[in-house]
Each structure stands twice: as C-alpha cells, then as structure tokens.
C-alpha cells in the first residue's frame, strides 16, 4: 500500500515586498528626473522706457506680421529674412549697432516670432523688444 | 533563598522599517511636487538646432488657455516681474535662468508681455522648444 505524502504550503514571503516598492518607486523617479528639456537662450537687454530717439534709427528694424517679416520695408519670408539680416550686421562692429528692433503684430504666432528670433541671433544681433504702451485718457 | 528575576529584553522592531521609509518618501515627493508645474497644459513650438536647458530658477509659462503662470501658479504678466525678481534676488549672472514655455498657438499680445517681465526682472531667458523632426530622406 502507497502511503499519499502531505503537500506543504510555501508561501513568498511578504516581510520584504515594502523593499521591493521602495526600491521600485526610486527607480521611477530617477527615470522621470532624468528627461532633460531643450530650448533657445535668449540675450534681451534689460526693459526700459524708451526716451532717445536718434539712436533708434541707426538701428535695424524688423515688423513681424503672421504672413511676412518685414526687414527695413521690404516684406521677406524666413530663409531670405536670415540672409538679408546676416549680410545687414556684418559690417557692423560695435555692439550698440547689432541691435535689433522687433516689432510684432498683436496676432503674430509663436513660431514665426521664435524663427525671426532664432535668425537674429545667429547672425549676431541683439534683440530688441518694442512693445506699445496702452495710455487711457479720460475725456470729460 | 531568593530567586533571581528575569532579565526582560526590549528590542525595536525592525520589520516595519521599509514601510516607515516608503512613507516617508511619499511625503517629501508631495512637498516636492509642491513647485511643479505638469499640471498646466501646453505644446511646445518645435524648432531647428535646440540646445540643452540648464536648471532654472523659475519657470513662466502659457497654457493652452493663454493664461500665465509661474512655477505652476496662475499669475498676470503686470505681477510677473515683482514675483520674478523675488525668486532670482542676487544671484549672479549665469544663474538666473528663467524657462519660458509658451504654447505653440500663442500670439505675440500674449508673449511679449511676459518676455518684458522676464527682461524686466534680469532674467536668463530659454525659451523651451521641441526639436524638429529631420526631413525624410527623398
């Protein structure tokens, strides 16, 4: 006669799973932590009110509207625009003359206004901000 | 005669010590996440030739509503500069980055403001861009 042998119970045991978590949960950080960002530094000169006006127009001036850039009057698309701007501040050599007067329509798109941006910089201009101050009087 | 007593060993219990640490960093992620700002939406631009961001000191962006935040915090581009130049005190040039994230559909009367304010308050602005895909090869 065969003699039926007892199964045993083997359990995992449970005291180390919280180890397990801890240790789980680390490794998810640090891979999340790790995604580095990209972007474009950008020199601005420090926002003043502006009070000289002879030297504004020695200055180059760009208008960005969302169909064209305009470069000294002449509306250009990118490519050209980054050509053009590239040969306007090469024979400039002081810094005061790189800079660049930007002025945006109100309903430019980020794109377009990064890539004029971008180009500026690459040819070694100083950008410029000229932003339009709301004044409210009141009429009686 | 007299009997010797015995001797009672209290010893602490080491078997809940992985709980107590997971606890713990569950805690301090949460204070953590307390400066984050994941939960406001936007869309990068995308442009040629990025470069890797530095850490920065503060964070502006424009979510997809148009509206501006700071650190994660709803704020105007008139507060901005106050609230920028706080956060930045004196530190020196080169460690004063501000990120700029700007969702892609924003028009320049939504960032021109804060770029001023960033300007304003001698912040190292990056604005933060997705790199753009290569042409596919003809």
Same mark, same amino acid.
């Given at each position: 006669?065969?003699?039926?042998?007892?199964?045993?119970?083997?359990?995992?045991?449970?005291?180390?799973?919280?180890?397990?978590?801890?240790?789980?949960?680390?490794?998810?950080?640090?891979?999340?932590?790790?995604?580095?960002?990209?972007?474009?530094?950008?020199?601005?000169?420090?926002?003043?009110?502006?009070?000289?006006?002879?030297?504004?127009?020695?200055?180059?001036?760009?208008?960005?509207?969302?169909?064209?850039?305009?470069?000294?009057?002449?509306?250009?698309?990118?490519?050209?625009?980054?050509?053009?701007?590239t040969e306007?501040?090469?024979?400039?050599?002081?810094?005061?003359?790189?800079?660049?007067?930007?002025?945006?329509?109100?309903?430019?798109?980020?794109?377009?206004?990064?890539?004029?941006?971008?180009?500026?910089?690459?040819?070694?201009?100083?950008?410029?901000?000229?932003?339009?101050?709301?004044?409210?009087?009141?009429?009686? | !005669?007299?009997?010797?007593?015995?001797?009672?060993?209290?010893?602490?219990?080491?078997?809940? !010590?992985?709980?107590?640490?997971?606890?713990?960093?569950?805690?301090?992620?949460?204070?953590?996440?307390?400066?984050?700002?994941?939960?406001?939406?936007?869309?990068?631009?995308?442009?040629?030739?990025?470069?890797?961001?530095?850490?920065?000191?503060?964070?502006?962006?424009?979510?997809?509503?148009?509206?501006?935040?700071?650190?994660?915090?709803?704020?105007?581009?008139?507060?901005?500069?106050?609230?920028?130049?706080?956060?930045?005190?004196?530190?020196?040039?080169?460690?004063?980055?501000?990120?700029?994230?700007?969702?892609?559909?924003a028009k320049?009367?939504?960032?021109?403001?804060?770029?001023?304010?960033?300007?304003?308050?001698?912040?190292?602005?990056?604005?933060?861009?997705?790199?753009e895909d290569?042409?596919?090869?003809?």
């Amino acid at each position: 006669m065969k003699l039926k042998r007892g199964k045993m119970l083997i359990d995992p045991p449970d005291c180390a799973t919280a180890d397990i978590a801890f240790t789980l949960i680390i490794f998810f950080l640090v891979c999340a932590a790790v995604q580095p960002e990209t972007g474009m530094p950008q020199v601005l000169p420090k926002t003043e009110a502006k009070t000289e006006k002879q030297d504004q127009s020695r200055n180059i001036e760009v208008s960005i509207t969302p169909s064209s850039i305009v470069l000294n009057g002449s509306p250009l698309q990118l490519p050209e625009f980054a050509q053009r701007i590239t040969e306007a501040l090469r024979q400039k050599t002081r810094e005061a003359d790189r800079i660049v007067v930007v002025k945006s329509a109100p309903d430019t798109p980020y794109p377009t206004w990064i890539g004029v941006s971008q180009a500026i910089d690459r040819a070694g201009g100083i950008l410029t901000l000229e932003l339009e101050t709301e004044r409210r009087i009141e009429v009686e | !005669m007299k009997l010797p007593r015995r001797q009672l060993t209290a010893s602490v219990p080491t078997f809940a !010590m992985g709980d107590i640490a997971f606890l713990l960093l569950i805690f301090f992620v949460i204070l953590a996440r307390a400066q984050d700002d994941s939960h406001v939406q936007w869309q990068p631009a995308k442009l040629k030739d990025v470069k890797l961001a530095a850490a920065p000191r503060a964070s502006v962006t424009i979510d997809t509503g148009f509206k501006t935040y700071l650190d994660g915090k709803e704020t105007t581009p008139a507060e901005l500069a106050g609230a920028l130049s706080a956060i930045l005190g004196d530190a020196p040039a080169g460690q004063r980055h501000v990120f700029l994230k700007v969702h892609r559909e924003a028009k320049a009367s939504h960032f021109e403001p804060v770029i001023a304010a960033i300007s304003e308050a001698g912040g190292d602005l990056i604005h933060i861009l997705e790199p753009e895909d290569p042409a596919p090869p003809r």
